[in-house]
């Protein structure tokens, strides 16, 4: 006999005594009269019966205080109710198939079995509703024992045998009802099972089973008791479908039966009680605290911490952060350095006292750089001589490791100053060490010593230079350091030299590149470029800067220049034998004779001096190129190509000499005839156009001086400067109006009249014509 509620089991022994246990299986209290009492009141209940009491069931809604219904099962079923009179009434609900083997009471229904099968009765209507046959007869119901349990209100599960059978009550059309209970049942699932089933219970949308097992010895033919198993399956219409199995160790299981074991449940707690003669085992669901110490039981402590980190709300037995801390342990003791590292940033979060235990534990061990780059460096920070000591580990022995830890780790976290000798000690012993010199420079300007940064940087050729200086306006610093900076990159110095004039001037720089000519040049050509004026007093001096390191950019700066000494430009010139230069500054100094005579003699360019000679459009200078060219085939088949627009061929032609040979006269000649042919075809186009306009044109003007003109009071007469419209519009008037809109009166106009006076100097301009209006 037993009986579960939430906080304690009730247990019946053979032997007539009732035993009250806690769920940590301790005895509380202890009967040996079988009756009905209030455990926490002294009002019970005493009745002798005429056979033993197997089972017993009471109401659901049983409180500590108000018990009013219970049944009993023996060879009967009674019920038992306490009527107002505060008096128990006995009833017979059922009698006449054997023992009663299990009660099992919801709400209102109460199910039972019997030698015969499973009963439902409905305490409401006080109507049996169903009788469930037992399936295999041949089993002894007293071995194999029915095993009942409801789900809810309305499903009750049966379990006889190896058979499990799920019913539903449902409730019945009123129009079906007849002399038929109000309530029916009908069997969604019905399925077999392995084993003997010596229990049922519910949990959730599935079934907890206890099994009787069975087995052939590998040996002999007989069959022998193994463990019972306790099996979570998911039920089907069926079939049922294994979840979970566990084999469970009690006492003397080679010699107990079916009957000797129950399956109980107590549904607020989801604890299942698996009774045997000799034990009692509590099984309940694992809850994620089990779950994390099978996980660490089998050290996976990854999947440990993850477990933790999600259900961190739910554990009650276990710490993320111990966990943690174990993972990082197991890690250390497998030698993965970085990975138990990496994970103190999880787990250590915001203790700092943990975290400076970690780095002393990794200091000892050897593996400070491991945990280097994980240390907090945040709003959060360690104390400032746990960073130095890491710094000094790496300056010992790996400078690069060291430059980095510099660049990515703040400086506020350590003592500048400090680590800054450190190094400056470690360079008398390699002074020229780039990664250590730039290190320096690093700390220098973070302690915003930049003239001390930028000397390194400048000695060591260092990118950063110009950001540098351009980020802390190091403009009066490098002053002195204009030619290093140039020897470095030329192109960003002048470039950063020039957008910050302001602060460095331009004599400034000249001055400081005074030593350094081909310096001095670059400088001075990207001042040319940007501005052709701005450095106007230095031109003189570009002349040679650009005749020794820059000779083809000599010519554009001599066209552009507009301060540039010819005389002198002309002289470097000519002791150079630069013979283009020179052409240019002689033709722009009006000697284009002599810079023709120097393309045509020196240059020996009949294609330069023809578009010398077209530039300057001068009738002497096509002279001079002709009589140069008349006895150079080579140049009259040039000059007969190319003045054919802006000299007569004939000219030249007649001036040839016969008997000589021209090359490619032919294709000279046919090129000026196709040229004259274009040149007569250009100009009737242009006269076809020129006609068109002048016609469209006098069209125009005519339309135009025929329209009529508007004469108001507002309009005077131009001569006299009196109204043009009398006052008295009835007297007879004569106005005279021209073409230009000057209105006189007729009587205010010379004797001749034809033309206006203010416009007469045009003659038949604007002011020729007359429209004169009378009255």
Wanted: glycine fraction near 4%; charge should be negative; include cysteine.
């Amino acid at each position: 006999l037993t009986y579960t509620h939430t906080h304690f089991l009730a247990l019946g022994t053979h032997f007539g005594k009732v035993f009250l246990l806690d769920i940590q299986g301790n005895v509380t209290q202890k009967f040996e009269i079988v009756q009905v009492f209030g455990l926490y009141t002294r009002e019970g209940f005493h009745e002798n019966f005429d056979c033993p009491i197997k089972v017993i069931a009471v109401h659901p809604q049983f409180t500590r205080s108000n018990y009013k219904q219970f049944v009993t099962g023996g060879n009967k079923l009674l019920l038992y109710e306490r009527n107002w009179l505060n008096r128990w009434k006995t009833s017979v609900l059922h009698e006449g198939e054997g023992s009663i083997t299990n009660i099992q009471w919801r709400a209102n229904l109460i199910a039972w079995s019997n030698n015969v099968g499973v009963k439902i009765y409905d305490i409401g209507t006080k109507q049996r509703i169903t009788n469930v046959l037992r399936d295999n007869v041949s089993l002894r119901p007293d071995m194999y024992p029915c095993s009942l349990c409801w789900k809810d209100n309305a499903t009750l599960i049966v379990g006889w045998g190896k058979s499990i059978k799920i019913c539903v009550v449902k409730e019945r059309n009123p129009t079906e009802m007849r002399d038929l209970p109000s309530r029916y049942v009908e069997i969604v699932s019905a399925f077999e099972t392995e084993f003997f089933i010596s229990g049922l219970a519910p949990l959730a949308d599935q079934l907890v089973t206890l099994y009787f097992v069975k087995e052939n010895s590998e040996h002999m033919d007989e069959e022998f008791r193994a463990r019972p198993r306790l099996d979570i399956i998911q039920t089907l219409p069926e079939s049922c479908e294994e979840i979970s199995s566990d084999a469970l160790t009690v006492r003397n299981f080679q010699d107990n039966e079916c009957r000797d074991y129950r399956l109980e449940h107590s549904e607020g707690e989801s604890l299942f009680y698996i009774i045997s003669p000799k034990d009692i085992v509590v099984a309940k669901e694992r809850d994620q605290d089990d779950h994390i110490d099978w996980l660490l039981e089998k050290k996976k402590y990854e999947e440990a911490l993850m477990a933790a980190e999600i259900s961190f709300k739910n554990i009650k037995r276990h710490d993320v952060q111990k966990i943690g801390m174990a993972y990082i342990n197991h890690l250390v003791e497998k030698g993965d350095y970085d990975s138990a590292a990496r994970k103190c940033q999880k787990v250590l979060g915001k203790n700092m006292d943990l975290w400076e235990n970690e780095v002393y534990r990794f200091k000892t061990i050897g593996q400070l750089k491991a945990i280097s780059q994980y240390l907090p460096r945040g709003d959060l920070r360690l104390r400032p001589a746990i960073y130095e000591m890491i710094l000094h580990e790496f300056l010992k022995t790996d400078y690069e490791g060291f430059a980095t830890l510099i660049r990515e780790w703040p400086g506020e976290l350590y003592n500048n100053m400090a680590i800054v000798q450190a190094v400056s000690d470690h360079l008398k012993r390699d002074p020229t060490n780039r990664t250590l010199l730039t290190t320096l420079a690093e700390l220098y300007t973070y302690d915003q010593r930049y003239d001390k940064a930028l000397e390194i940087y400048l000695k060591l050729r260092h990118k950063d230079v110009y950001q540098l200086i351009h980020k802390h306006n190091l403009f009066a610093s490098i002053e002195d350091k204009i030619v290093l900076l140039m020897d470095f990159d030329k192109e960003k110095a002048v470039d950063m030299l020039l957008d910050n004039e302001d602060k460095i001037s331009t004599d400034r720089v000249v001055e400081e590149l005074a030593d350094r000519p081909e310096l001095l040049h670059v400088y001075l050509h990207k001042l040319f470029k940007r501005d052709h004026h701005k450095g106007q007093k230095y031109h003189e001096r570009q002349i040679g800067l650009y005749a020794e390191y820059d000779r083809p950019n000599l010519l554009p700066f001599l066209r552009d220049s507009t301060h540039c000494p010819l005389e002198k430009a002309l002289e470097v010139c000519q002791q150079r034998n630069f013979v283009e230069e020179t052409v240019f500054l002689l033709s722009r100094m009006g000697n284009c004779r002599r810079a023709l005579q120097m393309i045509m003699e020196e240059l020996e360019d009949v294609d330069k001096a023809i578009e010398f000679a077209k530039e300057q459009d001068d009738a002497e200078l096509w002279e001079d190129l002709i009589s140069y060219s008349i006895d150079k085939p080579p140049f009259i088949t040039g000059l007969l190509n190319n003045i054919g627009t802006h000299v007569d061929p004939i000219l030249l032609i007649h001036r040839i000499k016969e008997g000589m040979e021209i090359p490619n006269l032919r294709d000279s000649l046919v090129k000026i005839l196709q040229d004259y042919n274009l040149q007569i075809l250009l100009r009737e186009g242009c006269k076809k156009i020129l006609v068109a306009d002048s016609l469209s044109l006098l069209q125009k003007m005519h339309r135009t001086q025929m329209r009529g003109v508007r004469v108001d009071e507002e309009n005077i007469c131009e001569s006299c400067h009196a109204t043009i419209l009398p006052s008295d519009m009835a007297k007879p008037f004569n106005v005279v109006v021209f073409h230009c809109r000057h209105m006189f009166h007729k009587e205010c106009l010379p004797s001749s009249g034809t033309f206006c006076n203010i416009c007469s100097a045009k003659r038949r301009g604007p002011g020729g014509g007359i429209l004169e209006m009378k009255k």
